[in-house]
């Protein structure tokens, strides 16, 4: 029903909806030229090959970065690939009711997040499990989400990583206000201060939280980065059904500075981040990063791609995957052995292991969790619906519901 | 920071004022922000403006631009932002200019301001106020004068009050500010400056509770249940059915979520009679949320069906229309004399 031939013969068809609404061959052309290139603007610090190439104005962010640091890099984004892998599987395999999965934007992610320091407030959307491991979050404090157990176990204030908002764009908000706290107590202005980043997608750009987010992050001077990943696709809409021009150039008319990177590029992903921050620390946020990258797996596992997008669009952006070219770099310069690259996927695959075994053991939350922490002050009348209920459900402890 | 303008123990002026309402509310806000370093006010022209309704006048004044922010023109960044605040600590008072324009902020009251402590299993708190002039009576264009108040009551993690008067408008801003829960406070715009409606606020009192209904004037034949612009008109149609010989109740909500029933109940099994007061359409409204719990609570007691005095379900009409559409007192007491006769 959904082959790609279909759209190279774009007849008008009776059927149903879903299929009359493929893209015609036109959208697909230009949903390719949109997609395929960054464009000249593009940051880009270590090329799809490997290759490391100057950039005079972010080099300096990147300079201290070792050869063990870049291993780190590398270890970082196997490990939550691997972890996203065993995700979308839990899901297929029934332990999930749904994974939303990251796979292809693990350099966006990582050199985001390892940018930050354990000052920094991050508000994330739903697909941030990378950033979440660069805050110090397992990955089974996402899983509960996805099971159905809770909405994220970890201790967002602790962990200065607020919780997943679903909402599309409502946590760009809620992070300008955040910032704009971080500036009114002063703690913007020089090396040691404070910054906020806010991660969103190409389709949320679109929300006007997200604009009236830019609208009060530029009036307060708020000391937040816009970290956009534009992966290219909002479910089954391409970005051209969301902005005319490309999306770093609205920071222009909001009166910020507006960045396209590369974020299949973790290296240029953490310098432009680092720079982004600084700005930020500094007073002069806040700042708009376009991360260009690809969401080479479906929206969420309920979405179907094959539907709206064309194979050879995912095919050209393997060649672009964001692991792969710093393996590469590592091998071309020595800096790596196969020991190195055997003893990360050996890691990942315990990773993997531990993740599956909590899934499974996962508990089955209190009935009184529905009730609990509604308000944080006293209820006594949801308290006496919640005594109400569990003591209906206790007469049926040990027979059937 | 300028010297605060209100009356402390031991200085030579009374504690007691005759104040406005919003005059009320002026310095109930002025008291929080005193108290409490970490207490924002936020909103469309409440800096040097003072709010259309002059409501926060002066604040800014006195406590700087960074605790009274005139905001860009936009409601969900209004509220979204104060989420934020509030996340890092703050206390913000967000003022919604008119009740109709609170609507491009409802998702982030619904999705965000109501859910994040439920969503953090009680780790973050949003202890925010959000100040919503409501209700009609003031010869207004459209989106002006609604009622909105069931919106926020039928959302869970969502608290709601409307005060009625002075003195309870002096306390009650100053208790939501201090609740760690998000408060809905609707204040009835149509008595902001009204004289008659002065009252002597003791600045020292000791206040009641924030969530608790009160029993406004006493009576023994019917039961009246208002709330905000509400309670003077079931008060004056009280006054008017003494002269018939009827002795009516009449209870101010104060809360309306929770809502805090138990004198409702009480007097509904003295009195048997129940007539709810709002200008709020009536259709799966507070009015129907208390006519089931009293029906489910005082069931023997009813010698008449629940009764309802309020707007119709219908959008809010052109003024000169909206005399007709409010409650009034002839209409209460054209209520009250159907429960009696049933």
Same mark, same amino acid.
């Given at each position: 029903?959904?082959?790609?031939?279909?759209?190279?013969?774009?007849?008008?068809?009776?059927?149903?909806?879903?299929?009359?609404?493929?893209?015609?061959?036109?959208?697909?052309?230009?949903?390719?030229?949109?997609?395929?290139?960054?464009?000249?603007?593009?940051?880009?610090?270590?090329?799809?090959?490997?290759?490391?190439?100057?950039?005079?104005?972010?080099?300096?962010?990147?300079?201290?970065?070792?050869?063990?640091?870049?291993?780190?890099?590398?270890?970082?984004?196997?490990?939550?690939?691997?972890?996203?892998?065993?995700?979308?599987?839990?899901?297929?395999?029934?332990?999930?009711?749904?994974?939303?999965?990251?796979?292809?934007?693990?350099?966006?992610?990582?050199?985001?997040?390892?940018?930050?320091?354990?000052?920094?407030?991050?508000?994330?959307?739903?697909?941030?499990?990378?950033?979440?491991?660069?805050?110090?979050?397992?990955?089974?404090?996402?899983?509960?989400?996805?099971?159905?157990?809770?909405?994220?176990?970890?201790?967002?204030?602790?962990?200065?990583?607020?919780?997943?908002?679903?909402?599309?764009?409502?946590?760009?908000?809620?992070?300008?206000?955040?910032?704009?706290?971080?500036?009114?107590?002063?703690?913007?202005?020089?090396?040691?201060?404070?910054?906020?980043?806010?991660?969103?997608?190409?389709?949320?750009?679109?929300?006007?939280?997200?604009?009236?987010?830019?609208?009060?992050?530029?009036?307060?001077?708020?000391?937040?980065?816009?970290?956009?990943?534009?992966?290219?696709?909002?479910?089954?809409?391409?970005?051209?059904?969301?902005?005319?021009?490309?999306?770093?150039?609205?920071?222009?008319?909001?009166?910020?500075?507006?960045?396209?990177?590369?974020?299949?590029?973790?290296?240029?992903?953490?310098?432009?981040?680092?720079?982004?921050?600084?700005?930020?620390?500094?007073?002069?946020?806040?700042?708009?990063?376009?991360?260009?990258?690809?969401?080479?797996?479906?929206?969420?596992?309920?979405?179907?791609?094959?539907?709206?997008?064309?194979?050879?669009?995912?095919?050209?952006?393997?060649?672009?995957?964001?692991?792969?070219?710093?393996?590469?770099?590592?091998?071309?310069?020595?800096?790596?052995?196969?020991?190195?690259?055997?003893?990360?996927?050996?890691?990942?695959?315990?990773?993997?292991?531990?993740?599956?075994?909590?899934?499974?053991?996962?508990?089955?939350?209190?009935?009184?969790?529905?009730?609990?922490?509604?308000?944080?002050?006293?209820?006594?009348?949801?308290?006496?619906?919640?005594?109400?209920?569990?003591?209906?459900?206790?007469?049926?402890?040990?027979?059937?519901? | 920071?300028?010297?605060?303008?209100?009356?402390?123990?031991?200085?030579?002026?009374?504690?007691?004022?005759?104040?406005?309402?919003?005059?009320?509310?002026?310095?109930?806000?002025?008291?929080?922000?005193?108290?409490?370093?970490?207490?924002?006010?936020?909103?469309?022209?409440?800096?040097?403006?003072?709010?259309?309704?002059?409501?926060?006048?002066?604040?800014?004044?006195? /406590?700087?631009?960074?605790? #009274?922010?005139?905001?860009?023109? !936009?409601?969900?960044?209004?509220? &979204?932002?104060? @989420?934020?605040? +509030?996340?890092?600590?703050?206390?913000?008072?967000?003022?919604?200019?008119?009740?109709?324009?609170?609507?491009?902020?409802?998702?982030?009251?619904?999705?965000?301001?109501?859910?994040?402590?439920?969503?953090?299993?009680?780790?973050?708190?949003?202890?925010?106020?959000?100040?919503?002039?409501?209700?009609?009576?003031?010869?207004?264009?459209?989106?002006?004068?609604?009622?909105?108040?069931?919106?926020?009551?039928?959302?869970?993690?969502?608290?709601?009050?409307?005060?009625?008067?002075?003195?309870?408008?002096?306390?009650?801003?100053?208790?939501?500010?201090?609740?760690?829960?998000?408060?809905?406070?609707?204040?009835?715009?149509?008595?902001?400056?009204?004289?008659?409606?002065?009252?002597?606020?003791?600045?020292?009192?000791?206040?009641?509770?924030? /969530?608790?209904?009160?029993? #406004?004037?006493?009576?023994?034949? !019917?039961?009246?249940?208002?709330? &905000?612009?509400? @309670?003077?008109? +079931?008060?004056?149609?009280?006054?008017?059915?003494?002269?018939?010989?009827?002795?009516?109740?009449?209870?101010?909500?104060?809360?309306?979520?929770?809502?805090?029933?138990?004198?409702?109940?009480?007097?509904?099994?003295?009195?048997?009679?129940?007539?709810?007061?709002?200008?709020?359409?009536?259709?799966?409204?507070?009015?129907?949320?208390?006519?089931?719990?009293?029906?489910?609570?005082?069931?023997?007691?009813?010698?008449?069906?629940?009764?309802?005095?309020?707007?119709?379900?219908?959008?809010?009409?052109?003024?000169?229309?909206?005399?007709?559409?409010?409650?009034?007192?002839?209409?209460?007491?054209?209520?009250?004399?159907?429960?009696?006769?049933?």
């Amino acid at each position: 029903m959904s082959s790609a031939e279909q759209w190279t013969h774009p007849e008008p068809r009776e059927g149903p909806a879903a299929t009359a609404a493929a893209p015609t061959a036109e959208q697909v052309i230009a949903g390719l030229r949109a997609t395929s290139e960054g464009g000249p603007e593009l940051v880009q610090l270590l090329t799809p090959e490997g290759e490391r190439v100057e950039n005079p104005e972010f080099d300096r962010y990147v300079a201290d970065v070792t050869a063990e640091d870049l291993r780190s890099l590398y270890r970082d984004m196997v490990l939550v690939r691997r972890a996203d892998r065993e995700g979308n599987a839990l899901q297929r395999q029934g332990q999930l009711g749904i994974w939303v999965p990251l796979l292809g934007q693990e350099a966006a992610q990582i050199g985001a997040g390892r940018a930050l320091r354990a000052t920094d407030m991050v508000f994330p959307s739903y697909r941030e499990h990378g950033v979440a491991w660069c805050r110090d979050i397992s990955p089974k404090d996402v899983l509960g989400i996805f099971r159905g157990t809770d909405h994220g176990s970890w201790d967002s204030q602790a962990k200065r990583f607020h919780p997943y908002t679903i909402v599309i764009g409502n946590q760009v908000l809620n992070a300008a206000g955040y910032a704009m706290g971080q500036r009114f107590e002063g703690r913007v202005g020089d090396d040691d201060g404070e910054a906020t980043m806010v991660f969103f997608g190409d389709g949320a750009t679109s929300q006007g939280d997200v604009h009236e987010g830019f609208v009060w992050a530029a009036v307060y001077d708020a000391p937040l980065v816009f970290f956009c990943q534009n992966n290219q696709w909002a479910i089954s809409e391409p970005t051209e059904r969301q902005s005319r021009l490309p999306l770093y150039q609205r920071a222009r008319g909001y009166g910020f500075p507006g960045v396209r990177v590369d974020g299949n590029d973790v290296l240029a992903s953490l310098a432009v981040s680092r720079w982004a921050l600084d700005e930020c620390r500094h007073g002069n946020g806040p700042v708009l990063i376009e991360a260009f990258t690809y969401r080479m797996d479906a929206h969420t596992t309920t979405d179907d791609p094959t539907r709206y997008r064309h194979s050879d669009e995912l095919e050209a952006w393997k060649l672009k995957d964001p692991i792969e070219r710093v393996r590469v770099n590592l091998v071309r310069h020595g800096d790596a052995d196969q020991d190195f690259f055997d003893s990360v996927q050996a890691e990942a695959d315990a990773l993997a292991a531990d993740l599956r075994e909590f899934c499974f053991t996962m508990p089955q939350p209190p009935t009184e969790q529905i009730f609990n922490h509604v308000y944080a002050e006293a209820s006594p009348y949801l308290d006496a619906q919640r005594d109400e209920f569990l003591a209906y459900h206790a007469n049926f402890t040990g027979g059937e519901h | 920071m300028a010297a605060p303008v209100i009356n402390k123990p031991g200085a030579a002026t009374s504690t007691v004022q005759s104040l406005t309402l919003g005059k009320a509310l002026n310095l109930g806000l002025r008291a929080a922000m005193e108290a409490d370093p970490k207490v924002l006010v936020m909103g469309e022209d409440v800096g040097k403006l003072g709010g259309v309704f002059r409501i926060t006048d002066g604040l800014q004044k006195d /406590f700087g631009e960074h605790r #009274v922010l005139d905001t860009p023109l !936009a409601e969900s960044g209004i509220i &979204g932002t104060a @989420v934020g605040l +509030a996340v890092r600590g703050f206390r913000p008072v967000c003022e919604i200019q008119f009740d109709g324009f609170i609507f491009p902020g409802f998702d982030q009251i619904v999705s965000q301001v109501a859910k994040l402590h439920a969503r953090t299993l009680g780790r973050v708190k949003v202890p925010l106020v959000i100040r919503v002039p409501f209700g009609g009576g003031i010869g207004a264009v459209e989106h002006h004068s609604e009622s909105p108040e069931s919106y926020f009551a039928h959302t869970a993690g969502l608290k709601v009050v409307s005060c009625s008067n002075a003195v309870d408008a002096y306390w009650m801003i100053q208790q939501a500010i201090q609740c760690d829960d998000p408060v809905l406070f609707f204040e009835p715009k149509r008595y902001y400056h009204s004289g008659f409606m002065k009252a002597e606020v003791d600045t020292e009192a000791t206040p009641e509770p924030l /969530f608790a209904s009160r029993v #406004v004037r006493q009576g023994s034949t !019917a039961t009246l249940v208002a709330y &905000g612009p509400s @309670v003077k008109v +079931a008060v004056d149609a009280a006054t008017a059915a003494e002269e018939d010989g009827h002795s009516l109740e009449v209870i101010d909500l104060r809360s309306l979520s929770p809502l805090d029933l138990a004198p409702v109940f009480e007097s509904v099994r003295r009195t048997g009679r129940l007539v709810v007061v709002s200008e709020a359409p009536a259709e799966a409204s507070l009015t129907s949320e208390i006519a089931a719990r009293v029906q489910q609570e005082c069931f023997y007691s009813l010698e008449a069906p629940v009764l309802r005095v309020t707007g119709f379900d219908t959008p809010y009409p052109p003024a000169k229309l909206e005399e007709e559409f409010l409650p009034d007192l002839d209409r209460v007491l054209d209520a009250v004399d159907r429960s009696l006769a049933w």
